[in-house]
């Protein structure tokens, strides 16, 4: 069975630039996650998808970051503009329901340097 | 608000020991809990999962150890083995909810 895919695995960016992830999922998950996790901290969920449609997304700095689920399968995750702040590793999850008795699987994460 | 805390950064284990990994957790509407083991450059793999209906789950040299009352889990590795060198992260979810709350993690180190 195929993991998460992530790309790129890298990205180094100016501040103000725009910057985009991409995330395919494992077959058949119906749940969609991206997470960001800073330096020394654990992950923080950014938005949650459930097939093509947003569960939560009340963590996702909405002024600067979007994302979208097109055909409930792969998902993008865009900053515009990136701020030094954004630098961190921007994890994408899936699993095959929602939150509960069943867990996440991550890829390998977008490691994202704003300088 | 941090829900789900793991209060020890680093922890250093003599290989054939036992490790063992706390985290403790605010929010008593969570009722499934699960471990996540970290390598450096790969995304979390998961471990081992506890539901509250349980005050333990076991698998092969991992233990997990729930006591509702204090909320508090723990991850016991008998015994530590090398490759067991990674950052270990508690997560925590109510089924009544939709997402995953993650402890800050706790890098073990396992010295041959």
């Known amino acids: 069975e195929a993991g998460v895919a992530q790309s790129p695995r890298y990205k180094i960016i100016e501040k103000r630039q725009s910057v985009a992830f991409w995330c395919n999922p494992i077959?058949?998950?119906?749940?969609l996650y991206w997470y960001q996790q800073i330096l020394g901290q654990g992950p923080k969920l950014l938005i949650q998808?459930?097939?093509?449609?947003?569960?939560?997304d009340s963590q996702l700095p909405k002024d600067r970051f979007s994302a979208e689920r097109l055909k409930g399968v792969d998902s993008t995750l865009k900053i515009q503009p990136a701020k030094l702040e954004d630098s961190a590793v921007y994890l994408c999850?899936?699993?095959?329901?929602?939150?509960?008795?069943?867990?996440?699987?991550f890829g390998p994460g977008t490691r994202l340097t704003v300088l | 608000d941090q829900q789900v805390k793991q209060n020890s950064p680093s922890l250093s284990v003599q290989e054939g020991r036992i490790s063992i990994l706390n985290c403790d957790y605010t929010?008593?509407?969570?009722?499934?809990f699960l471990w996540y083991k970290k390598y450096p450059a790969e995304g979390p793999t998961f471990l081992i999962s506890?539901?509250?209906?349980?005050d333990k789950n076991e698998d092969g040299r991992f233990t997990v150890f729930l006591n509702k009352s204090a909320k508090h889990l723990s991850l016991h590795i008998v015994p530590s083995q090398p490759g067991d060198s990674a950052v270990y992260f508690c997560?925590?979810?109510?089924?009544?909810?939709?997402?995953?709350?993650f402890g800050t993690g706790t890098s073990l180190t396992v010295i041959p």
């Open positions: 506890i539901s509250s209906i349980k």
């Open positions: 997560a925590a979810s109510a089924t009544t909810g939709n997402q995953f709350y």
């Open positions: 998808f459930q097939n093509n449609g947003v569960v939560d």
């Open positions: 929010n008593s509407m969570f009722d499934y």
């Open positions: 077959s058949g998950h119906a749940t």
């Open positions: 999850a899936s699993s095959l329901r929602l939150a509960g008795y069943n867990e996440q699987f």
